[in-house]
């Protein structure tokens, strides 16, 4: 370990990168000066403050390290993330929860570094530790090192968070992640349902109980590129609906009633910003004497009003059967859900799953609007999507060049995204320059809503006398939009 200023815990670390500790403000303006082209500052905690400046600096010492940071990432000790390291609990939960969120947290390090252009970068903290942590992690997944390797790099290295239980888990954590993914290593799924079934596929059924059977079909929209999916219990005839876009909710409701199916939900994969969803014509299309139709889903977390909010992980059914889960997938908004329509009877051939606008065959969704965030995205489809077994089928909500769906084993080969490092697919995001959607302004709104204010249509027409139908007929329509945009990003 080189010390190399009158600060103790200044480091260097490789050619790219050093680490310090508390450090004045003369000091780092000098490194600064002299070698240190940008300094990331992992400050105490969201504010952004002067914490880890040396004590003894005085109101001007302060001001001239606060002048010297390029970014700042609160990396809090307190945070549960690091207080409450999970390494060893057998609560499958918990660890998933415990991975994923250390992993988001590495990809917002990691977009704090995309920001940074020019090297060599200084990482700061109040002992040196986190710094040591953040760049002993960056550069072993750089390098394509295991966690075991990075720890013993940093024990010859001489660097202090090893000694720290919190710190060091975060790290192995991290890197471990991104090591089984160079190494294609299946990395189980962090929904312990999806895992367990993943592990128990009877097919056939050791029961003898004849297993279920489903209909499923593909519909399409030309206008916005949208596919629509209907998923049928052959049995019962109960069947969901997901992503019908309102301008063709009638020909969806035809279908629905010629197959004699009861429609039980229509879930939203998310906000969407270039349609209307179907889901509150379709509930008017649909309700009958007996029923007051399907209901409208999608993720509580977006915020959407709709009768069934979706949590992480919530299951659905039909005919008795547990056949889809809702897996949190955000990250091109931040309400994004995917759905994984699996049986444990069913061949992994024949599960799918519905990821919205987080996973386009060969592509992914925009992260630029909606709480976008394309470190959250990159997580979110190589933890939740990715990690499915690789013959499971992936259906998009879009697609621009006429495919209409994929499997996890060629997205891992041939996704030009999320083939990338994670510094790379931030940096490729954040420079994708796409207009925005044509009907943004329209659909957002009424998607908030789940399209209901043609429920609310009817009823005023109703309460007039009209028929449900007359007023399906009348209810608001979009005005007419350019073609949309032949990206793959999605919208
Ligand atoms: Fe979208």
Redesign the pocket.
Same mark, same amino acid.
């Given at each position: 370990m080189t010390t190399a200023s009158a600060a103790a815990t200044f480091a260097v670390f490789n050619e790219s990168y050093a680490i310090a500790g508390a450090i004045s403000g003369a000091e780092l303006a000098s490194l600064k000066a002299s070698t240190y082209q940008s300094i990331l500052y992992l400050c105490p905690d969201a504010d952004g403050d002067t914490g880890c400046a040396n004590a003894a600096d005085d109101e001007e010492g302060k001001a001239l390290f606060t002048a010297q940071i390029t970014a700042h990432v609160a990396f809090n000790m307190k945070d549960p993330l690091f207080s409450s390291p999970l390494p060893s609990s057998d609560d499958a939960v918990a660890k998933a929860a415990h991975l994923r969120a250390s992993i988001g947290f590495y990809a917002e390090l990691d977009a704090a570094f995309a920001s940074m252009t020019t090297q060599p970068v200084l990482v700061m903290c109040k002992s040196n530790r986190r710094a040591g942590a953040v760049v002993a992690a960056r550069e072993a997944i750089r390098r394509g090192l295991s966690a075991a390797e990075m720890m013993q790099d940093s024990t010859d290295r001489g660097l202090t968070f090893i000694g720290t239980p919190a710190h060091a888990a975060w790290a192995s954590a991290c890197v471990d992640f991104f090591y089984n993914l160079s190494h294609r290593q299946h990395y189980p799924h962090p929904c312990p349902a999806v895992a367990a079934a993943i592990a128990d596929v009877q097919t056939p059924p050791s029961s003898s109980s004849a297993p279920p059977r489903f209909l499923f079909r593909q519909l399409f929209d030309k206008e916005s590129s949208t596919y629509t999916y209907l998923i049928v219990e052959s049995a019962s005839r109960e069947g969901l609906l997901i992503d019908p876009v309102i301008e063709l909710a009638q020909r969806d409701a035809a279908l629905v009633k010629e197959l004699g199916v009861t429609l039980k939900y229509i879930l939203n994969?998310?906000?969407?910003?270039?349609h209307v969803t179907g889901s509150g014509l379709l509930k008017i299309l649909l309700a009958d004497a007996s029923s007051s139709g399907p209901l409208s889903c999608i993720a509580a977390v977006s915020g959407a009003a709709c009768d069934l909010p979706l949590e992480p992980y919530q299951t659905l059914s039909l005919g008795g059967h547990q056949v889809l889960t809702c897996l949190p997938t955000p990250g &091109?908004?931040q309400g994004?859900m995917s759905f994984l329509f699996y049986h444990k009877h069913l061949p992994l051939e024949e599960w799918k799953c519905f990821t919205?606008?987080a996973l386009l065959i060969r592509g992914c969704?925009?992260t630029d609007f909606?709480g976008g965030s394309s470190s959250s995205l990159y997580v979110s489809a190589h933890t939740q999507i990715l990690s499915l077994p690789e013959s499971v089928a992936l259906y998009p909500? &879009?697609d621009y060049k006429g495919n209409t769906s994929t499997t996890v084993a060629e997205e891992l080969q041939y996704n030009p995204r999320f083939g990338k490092n994670l510094g790379s697919y931030i940096h490729l995001m954040a420079n994708l320059n796409l207009p925005p959607?044509a009907k943004l302004a329209l659909a957002l709104p009424r998607n908030m809503n789940c399209g209901a204010e043609v429920i609310e249509a009817a009823s005023s027409d109703s309460a007039g006398g009209s028929s449900s139908s007359s007023a399906a007929a009348s209810a608001p329509t979009p005005p007419v939009a350019s073609p949309a945009s032949s990206s793959s990003s999605?919208?």
């Open positions: 994969t998310h906000v969407h910003a270039d &091109h908004t994004c919205g606008d969704g925009r909606q909500a &879009h959607p999605g919208s």
